[in-house]
């Protein structure tokens, strides 16, 4: 008899092929599994124009309405990436119970067809644009292409890549209009997934734009109490993703930023050690302060606490508290 596990997932072509994959494992881990795929509309799915900001962040825009039905018990378990999920606050009756092999963990930079990477960064007086969504990756932008304009741009990887490419504006909440874009900054795997890797002009470095804490780690959150369920999400569990999870949300959790604030955390296992780096950025990317540690990859929120601890040491928590809503 087939044991059903059904996973919630938004319906965006990432999110899907992120579940998909997520059901092949967890079949191809106990073949008396039936994964079932039950799809969700988000509230950031369906308004592709407001900041995250007022749906309580990516959070409240991805997360809460997926999350509520699990603790209804309509769901075994829920696809997350793990960027998008909060770490500075606790969702009572639920547990991450499995992390996938992290998938490349850095933003990259997609031009509009005709232009060149040498064109944008020599762009004194062109009025060339750059689209994003995310606060982290805007205020790195405004660091690294000081003449470009960074312009609020909302979606799902696919239709931003078309929104690219069609040169269409973005409409914002009070019903103005920005863009067109002629560049995007994303996260690569997210490129990856909806098949535009080639597409990508450059992968930025840690060094560069350090990436979002999670950044290329699917999550699969399910109810505490769900232990078979639990049990089956350990098969697919990676171990190194596990430690790295661990790390770079400790940082958030020590910094309790939100989801206003450019906070970057990465973490690299080699041998049986983990080298952690964070950063804390201002809006405008003018303010920036940065940590780095390495130690026992075996003591992650150690690591990710000590490197937080140093972020507010060195004065983090006046920057995130100017960029908090009021």
Sequence with gaps: MKFPVRIGTRKSVMALAQTEDIAKQLSAAASELDPQIIK???VGDSDQISKLLPH???GGAFVAEIRAAMLRGELHCAMHSLKDMPANEETPGLIVAATLARDPACDSLVLRKGLT???????????????????????YAKRLFPEVEVIHFRGAADSRMRKLDNREKQRMPDGSE???ADA???????IERVGFVDRIAHDFTPEEMLPAAGQGIVAVECPVH???????????DNHQSRLCCDAEREVLWVLNGHCNSPIAAHSVITGDEMTLRASVLDLEGGMFIEAARTGPANRPRELGRTVGLELLDKGAAAVIEKTRPE
Excluded: C, D, H
């Excluded at 020599?122 to 805007?138: C, D, H, L």
């Excluded at 995007?184 to 997210?190: K, T, V, W």
């Design 184 to 190: 995007l900054i994303m996260a690569r795997a997210g």
């Design 40 to 42: 969700f509309e988000t």
């Design 178 to 180: 920005v863009g067109p």
């Design 226 to 236: 769900e232990w078979k369920t639990r049990q089956y999400l350990a098969l697919i």
């Design 56 to 58: 309580g962040g990516k």
């Design 117 to 139: 990477l040498e064109e944008l960064k020599k762009s004194r007086g062109k009025g060339y644009t750059i689209g994003t969504n995310a606060v982290r990756r805007a205020a």
